[in-house]
């Protein structure tokens, strides 16, 4: 079932980079190294320009839509599996009121929410799973100059490149947000969040890891 979606997946992928290449000029935007939610949709996202616009995608194309397909996957069942615990919770508190019978609705009501706990925990746990792989890809892809790994800040010149949008600054990895702010309050915040909605100023792109909608701002 596994290597079923994987081969979904990457056959989607593939068709979707071969759609880019006839189109040759899908990411426009003149900030920034990847290909945003509005050029290419929301399980494109944070692509390599390179990719959305010739077709000449990496593992770390195909990684970043894996991770985009994975947060769409586990909102959705999330979601679902709340609105069923709701459910439950609810058919349990009014027991008396609703049709079936006292018991029955008890019997019902506490195996629902068991079920839906369970799921939500499961939920919970691929979530973390995806974001555990989205680090390994922010840490583990090319840098922007081609052939040019990440390295490792001990040791290297202060500029060299250590993350995507990062560089080494007195021996430390440091994002482009933390280097062209300093001490100004900007930082790296996903834009897409509705915690941060209205919230922030100033943001400019390609000075964090992750895709255009991550981005350094100033948190009002």
Same mark, same amino acid.
């Given at each position: 079932?596994?290597?079923?979606?994987?081969?979904?997946?990457?056959?989607?992928?593939?068709?979707?980079?071969? #759609?880019?290449?006839?189109?040759?000029?899908?990411?426009?935007?003149?900030?920034?190294?990847?290909?945003?939610?509005?050029?290419?949709?929301?399980f494109m996202e944070g692509?390599?320009?390179?990719?959305?616009?010739?077709?000449?995608? $990496?593992?770390?194309?195909?990684?970043?839509?894996?991770?985009?397909?994975?947060?769409?996957?586990?909102?959705?069942?999330?979601?679902?599996?709340?609105?069923?615990?709701?459910?439950?919770?609810?058919?349990?508190?009014? #027991?008396?009121?609703? @049709?079936?019978?006292?018991?029955?609705?008890?019997?019902?009501?506490?195996?629902?929410? !068991?079920?839906?706990?369970?799921?939500?925990?499961?939920?919970?746990?691929?979530?973390?799973?995806?974001?555990?792989?989205?680090?390994?890809?922010?840490?583990?892809?090319?840098?922007?100059?081609?052939?040019? @790994?990440? !390295?490792?800040?001990?040791?290297?010149?202060?500029?060299?490149?250590c993350g995507l949008n990062? $560089?080494?600054?007195?021996?430390?990895?440091?994002?482009?947000?933390?280097?062209?702010?300093?001490? $100004?309050?900007?930082?790296?915040?996903?834009?897409?969040? @509705?915690?941060?909605?209205?919230?922030?100023?100033?943001?400019?792109?390609?000075l964090c890891p992750g895709?255009?909608?991550?981005?350094?701002?100033?948190?009002?």
């Amino acid at each position: 079932m596994k290597r079923f979606l994987t081969l979904i997946i990457a056959g989607a992928f593939l068709l979707s980079a071969s #759609a880019a290449f006839a189109q040759s000029t899908i990411c426009k935007s003149k900030t920034g190294n990847t290909c945003t939610i509005q050029e290419v949709g929301p399980f494109m996202e944070g692509i390599s320009k390179a990719c959305g616009n010739a077709g000449d995608c $990496e593992l770390d194309d195909i990684m970043q839509v894996v991770v985009n397909v994975g947060n769409y996957a586990v909102g959705l069942v999330g979601s679902l599996v709340f609105l069923m615990w709701v459910i439950s919770g609810v058919r349990y508190l009014g #027991a008396n009121f609703m @049709p079936g019978g006292f018991e029955e609705n008890i019997k019902k009501g506490k195996q629902g929410m !068991v079920i839906s706990t369970v799921g939500l925990l499961i939920v919970f746990g691929a979530f973390a799973g995806i974001q555990t792989l989205n680090a390994v890809l922010r840490g583990s892809t090319v840098g922007e100059k081609p052939g040019q @790994p990440f !390295v490792d800040c001990t040791g290297q010149e202060d500029g060299a490149v250590c993350g995507l949008n990062m $560089e080494c600054s007195g021996g430390i990895c440091m994002t482009g947000c933390e280097i062209t702010s300093g001490d $100004e309050g900007f930082a790296c915040y996903d834009t897409t969040d @509705p915690l941060y909605k209205g919230r922030l100023s100033g943001c400019a792109t390609g000075l964090c890891p992750g895709g255009d909608s991550t981005r350094c701002c100033k948190f009002k």
